[in-house]
């Protein structure tokens, strides 16, 4: 199973990026995906997480209304538009297959699926 990150990078407070989730080696629309981030001495968090089917969508409540999850079965990816990016959204941005998924909770544990990361960087 692999699941790899991309399209991180600096970019100014205010400004937008995407990120994509590109996922091999399971089914894929078996499979929530989250995206998660951790930020230098802080713990890891959720951010946003899609259900298999692509129905629901949950978001934390700091990136609520400027980041959208989305994900196309077909091409086994799932995407993160973040607009509106703030400096304390700068984080290394993991990917990953969480064991539970609602418009009010998501998680994931070390032994689920996660990628490698990607880093994004927001300057003020």
């Known amino acids: 199973v692999q699941l790899v990150e991309s399209g991180g990078g600096l970019v100014q407070t205010g400004g937008s990026l995407r990120l994509s989730c590109v996922v091999s080696?399971?089914?894929?629309?078996?499979?929530?995906i989250g995206w998660f981030r951790q930020a230098p001495g802080k713990e890891r968090e959720g951010v946003s997480c899609?259900?298999?089917?692509?129905?629901?969508?949950w978001y934390s409540e700091s990136v609520k209304g400027r980041f959208t999850i989305s994900r196309d079965n077909t091409k086994n990816t799932v995407w993160l538009q973040m607009n509106n990016l703030k400096p304390e959204d700068t984080a290394v941005y993991f990917c990953?297959?969480?064991?539970?998924?609602?418009?009010?909770?998501?998680?994931?544990?070390?032994?689920?699926?996660w990628g490698q990361g990607t880093q994004l960087t927001v300057s003020s």
């Open positions: 899609i259900t298999s089917s692509g129905l629901t969508q």
């Open positions: 080696g399971l089914q894929f629309d078996d499979y929530a």
């Open positions: 990953a297959t969480p064991n539970f998924v609602s418009r009010y909770a998501c998680n994931a544990n070390a032994g689920d699926h």
